[in-house]
Every structure is written in C-alpha cells, then in structure tokens.
C-alpha cells in the first residue's frame, strides 16, 4: 500500500507527540542532563524522520526511535569523556620553580609563536611549555604521533629562524618562562 507524503508526515506527527516526552525522559536519565534531554529526542525524531518509510513498516517503530536515542546519548558521552581527557591534559601542572625569567625572551618567543600557523604553534606549545609527551600531545589535539613529531621539529626550526637563533635550548627556556 502507497500512502501519500501527507500521510506520511501525519503519522509521524502522531509518532512525534505520542513519543517525544518518553524519548526525552529516557535521554534525561541515561545523561542525567536535562537540558541536553530535549535536544536528543529531537535529535533521535529528526533521525527517524529521514527514515520514516523504514521505520513506520517495522514491528516496533518505539523501539527502533529508543535506539537511535541510545546511540546519540552515547556518542555524546564518548564526545564529553574525550573533551574533559584533552582539557586535562592541557591544564596538567607540573612542579617547576621559575627563577626570575628571561622576560625579553618571552616576549620575543611569543610574538614568534603568533606568526607560527596552528598546528605547528599547539605542538611546540604543549610539548614544550607544557611539557606534554608526543602521546599526550596528540591526544590533545586529536592528531597521530607522527604528526606532532613533524610538526614540533618543523615549529621549532621556524621558531629558531624567526627568533634568529640557533639555540634550540634558549627557545625551549623561553617556551617555558625560565631562566637560560
């Protein structure tokens, strides 16, 4: 049987108000955010709408909305665990004594830093002024290993060309507000 575009969406109307509430209770619980709630069960609506066709011809049309539900409220919770991972990281503090700066350094280094594109200024930053390991670093900006290797060798190669130095270890020092 063939039903037409308007009868389709007004079934899905129906669906819509007879499930929206159950839906939103249900996001509610599993995040135990409220006002995130609402979002995913329109959201997991919206989803089910671009399958409308399939979903109204299955047994348990409810069942297969809770689903799509379940699977946004998880990817939102992997989403929120690797946000808090990546600013954990980024605001570690580490024990260090700093001992009266080279404060033009500073200067110098972060002006340098500004011209640097961003990628190659967020490895060098938290690799160095951070002190973050290659994994961590990656971690952080959602990169491979690798790619934070060539671009924290290539950062601090520009950064030494634009600083006029060839001393990697005054950058580094600079990097990180100490005394070289």
Not at 160 to 168: I, N
Request: hydrophobic residues 45%; contains cysteine.
């Amino acid at each position: 049987m063939v039903t037409s575009d308007g009868d389709a969406a007004t079934e899905f109307h129906e669906f819509f108000e007879r499930h929206y509430v159950e839906l939103a209770r249900l996001a509610h619980l599993l995040t135990g955010e409220p006002d995130a709630a609402d979002d995913l069960a329109a959201d997991a609506l919206l989803a089910v709408w671009h399958r409308w066709d399939r979903v109204r011809a299955a047994d348990h049309p409810a069942a297969y909305a809770r689903g799509v539900l379940a699977n946004l409220v998880r990817g939102r919770i992997r989403s929120a665990v690797r946000e808090r991972r990546r600013v954990a990281l980024f605001w570690a503090q580490r024990p260090e004594s700093v001992d009266a700066p080279d404060v033009a350094g500073v200067v110098d280094v972060q002006e340098a830093l500004r011209r640097l594109p961003f990628r190659k200024r967020a490895c060098v930053v938290l690799r160095h002024a951070f002190d973050l390991s290659e994994r961590d670093t990656a971690l952080a900006l959602g990169v491979s290993v690798g790619t934070v290797k060539s671009q924290t060798s290539k950062g601090m190669a520009q950064l030494e060309q634009l600083l006029g130095s060839s001393d990697g270890n005054r950058t580094v020092a600079a990097l990180a507000g100490r005394k070289k």
